[in-house]
């Protein structure tokens, strides 16, 4: 298999075959993250990726699982994505889900039957880092779009029946009153939004990153372990809709904690509340244990 640079995917497509179709993130101006500076943006051409795809196929034999790289694969135009959806079915019988990272701005880019277009042909999955639901926030960290049109993106993709997993960051807000409101934010939109899926993650200051550099000029101080929990069990108390996977066994976090909202709401509650009330790090995910 070929690829350039550095390859990312969500921790739940670690059975799927990794397909480039596009080189770093069309964005790529987070303040938090950094998996795509080593990288500029650019679309393959369909003729790699049409070559890769058939080395996979001459490798694997047959799969049921694709994962569509780099860091927003919605991104390309519609028409070589139906392509590339069209190849990958014709390939690969057995195929029964592709997935890719979706950023706002490129979601919001397609019309409602694009989106459709897309669902249809076999993209059935969509992972849409929504950070937080807190709109000053989101311009602080220089996500690119409002909370509105972050919330509009996520229903879009909801209503064209993708199965929509969001990504938020605890300690995204850093210390003080703010890291109350970002949680209550976040659990707003997450009620609006109705992804299947929402997956926590732990803020972790990456070198060469504006946060990275915040951190290290004292313009932004990190939450500590418990601080982290208490967002996260303020995101629990406020999320309202039902069914919904929450998933916080991220290595970045400092407690891993899955489970299904509404059922296992105060389930999840208490074990955060066990570890509030102890203190005892020993609960917790050492620094060495964590990372991204």
């Known amino acids: 298999m070929r690829y350039e640079g550095n390859i990312f995917r969500p921790f739940s497509e670690a059975n799927s075959y990794l397909l480039q179709v596009t080189i770093g ?6 303040t938090f993250c950094g998996m795509y500076k080593d990288k500029k943006y650019r679309v393959r051409s369909l003729e790699e990726i049409k070559t890769d795809i058939g080395m996979a196929k ?7 699982k694709v994962f569509l790289c780099d860091g927003d694969a919605i991104a390309v135009e519609t028409d070589m994505l139906l392509e590339i959806l069209d190849t990958l079915y014709a390939t690969f019988p057995s195929l029964r889900h592709v997935g890719c990272y979706v950023g706002p701005e490129s979601t919001l880019a397609k019309s409602m039957s694009e989106l459709a277009a897309l669902r249809a042909a076999g993209l ?3 992972y849409l880092g929504v950070e937080t639901g807190d709109d000053q926030l989101l311009k602080e960290i220089k996500k690119g779009v409002t909370a509105d049109e972050m919330l509009l993106a996520g229903q879009n993709l909801v209503n064209s029946g993708y199965n929509l997993s969001t990504m938020v960051l605890l300690g995204l807000a850093g ?13 707003e939109i997450t009620n609006k939004m109705k992804p299947r899926y929402l997956a926590a ?6 070198p060469g990153t504006t946060l990275f550099r915040q951190v290290q000029r004292g313009e932004f101080q990190l939450l500590d372990p418990f601080e982290t929990l208490e967002e996260m069990k303020i995101m629990f108390e406020n999320i309202t809709i039902d069914n919904l996977k929450f998933v916080g066994s991220h290595a970045s976090n400092y407690l891993p904690i899955k489970g299904t909202l509404q059922k296992d709401k105060q389930e999840m509650i208490d074990t955060v509340n066990r570890v509030l009330e ?6 917790l995910r050492s620094e060495k244990m964590r990372g991204l």
Do not use: M
Request: hydrophobic fraction near 20%; aromatic fraction near 8%; glycine fraction near 4%.
């Open 25 to 30: 993130c069309s964005h790529n101006r987070c």
């Open 58 to 64: 001459d490798y694997y034999g047959d799969l049921e």
């Open 278 to 283: 102890t203190r005892d790090p020993s609960y």
């Open 124 to 126: 059935t999955k969509a």
């Open 201 to 206: 993650l732990t803020v972790t200051p990456v």
């Open 175 to 187: 210390k003080g009153p703010r890291s109350r409101e970002h949680a209550i934010a976040t659990a």
